[in-house]
């Protein structure tokens, strides 16, 4: 503990600020407290960027099916790739309801998938 | 009687109930017609013996009085096939599967708090597969509501959400996704493979409104119009049209409601 407020006192002295008021102890309790804010910040981003990003990519791709018709052939390919990459990222993914969201995710890529196969075979 | 003729009606029922059990095998046997109020009850016996537990007694009536097929099927997850799911009740606890709704808001929870503080647990209510017990929502009153069906449950459903008597919820907050309008494509005609049988006209709309589009395609059906022949037999086993039709929507049994083609 000792080690640590001096490398933090040493810190401070590096940077400039004014370290008096943290050598009296309620200036550390301060400095504890913003620590451990930062921490939680830090983890809160790691999670969000963890696990997130893939709920809004879900609901976008997922969230076409019914005017897949609609699609052409190239949107219907992207949006499978989409689907894949999702699918990859859900399984490393840590979350209670991960399976639900994979057997929805295939869903909807099997459907693009049917649609594109449908297209393709009227074009030809 | 003489003895001899005991030993020969004896001996003539024990080769009967042989053979009756033997041919069964080959040549099915007949099921009895389940009730207008059993018809779409699917019985889900994955965990339950295991825990010692009355197997649950899935009522799709009482559901589809109030969801689209969609939101179960797709959104939440529920497979086509009893027991396919595989939801274990640390799954409903979750916020999984029934646990979707049965959280104590929408829909009653496995365990509640009564008006004097008690908790109560709601265990039986799903878990009553033999045991008769008192349901909120009586079949009877829903019957006299909608109109009239020939099979199945006794009440024709589509006209029921057609002449808006019925409200479908297709869509739950959490739970499922923003989707755009519904594109349908259009109805289309499937010749009947049997001489004198009136076609088939599909409508895709009355199908979209209660499965959307996920649900059927390409699971159920995998093929583009006219590619795979499919048969009555086929049907008749559960695929296709049959995934559906005899265990919950209405039987096959009712030839009119998809052979519908005018004649004249």
């Known amino acids: 503990m000792r080690c640590i407020k001096t490398a933090i006192i040493q810190g401070l002295k590096w940077t400039g600020l004014n370290f008096n008021k943290v050598e009296e102890g309620r200036g550390m309790r301060k400095l ?3 620590a451990a804010v930062l921490f939680m910040i830090a983890s809160a981003a790691s999670y969000a960027a963890e696990n997130g990003g893939w709920e809004s990519d879900f609901d976008r791709i997922c969230g076409v099916t019914d005017m897949a018709t609609t699609l052409s052939v190239n949107e219907l390919r992207d949006l499978i790739a989409d689907c894949d990459r999702l699918l990859e990222t ?10 639900l969201y994979i057997f929805r995710l295939k869903k909807c890529r099997n459907l693009f998938a049917f649609v ?3 297209k393709v075979a009227k074009e030809n | 009687m003489k003895r001899i003729t005991v030993f020969i009606m004896a001996a003539f029922l024990i080769l009967f109930a042989a053979l009756s059990s033997v041919y069964a095998g080959t040549y099915g046997t007949k099921k009895r017609r389940p009730k207008p109020h059993e ?13 010692r537990i009355r197997p649950v007694v899935f009522r799709h009536w009482l559901h589809r009085a109030r969801y689209s097929c969609r939101i179960c099927h797709v959104d939440i997850g529920f497979a086509m096939t009893a027991g396919g799911t595989e939801i274990t009740e640390d799954d409903n606890r979750n916020g999984m599967y029934c646990g979707a709704c049965h959280d104590g808001t929408t829909a009653f929870a496995w365990e509640e708090t009564d008006k004097d503080g008690k908790k109560v647990e709601h265990c039986d209510t799903c878990h009553s597969y033999r045991k008769n017990i008192k349901l909120k929502n009586s079949f009877k009153d829903l019957r006299k509501k909608l109109p009239k069906g020939r099979y199945g449950n006794g009440i024709d459903w589509i006209k029921a959400e057609e002449q808006k008597l019925l409200t479908l919820t297709d869509y739950m907050k959490g739970i499922s996704i923003k989707r755009q309008e519904l594109r349908q494509p259009p109805d289309f005609e499937i010749s009947a493979r049997e001489t004198g049988m009136p076609d088939i006209i599909f409508s895709h709309k009355k199908h979209a409104i209660w499965s959307g589009c996920e649900l059927c395609h390409p699971e159920i059906f995998g093929v583009n119009k006219g590619e795979t022949k499919y048969t009555m037999q086929d049907i008749f086993d559960g695929q296709y049209c049959g995934a559906c039709h005899g265990k919950v929507a209405f039987p096959n049994a009712d030839c009119q409601g998809c052979h519908s083609k005018p004649v004249f």
């Open chain 1, 32 to 34: 504890q407290i913003l």
């Open chain 1, 90 to 99: 859900l399984s490393k993914v840590n979350h209670p309801k991960k399976k």
């Open chain 1, 116 to 118: 594109l196969d449908t």
């Open chain 2, 39 to 51: 018809f779409g009850n699917v019985v889900i016996n994955n965990f339950s013996p295991k825990h």
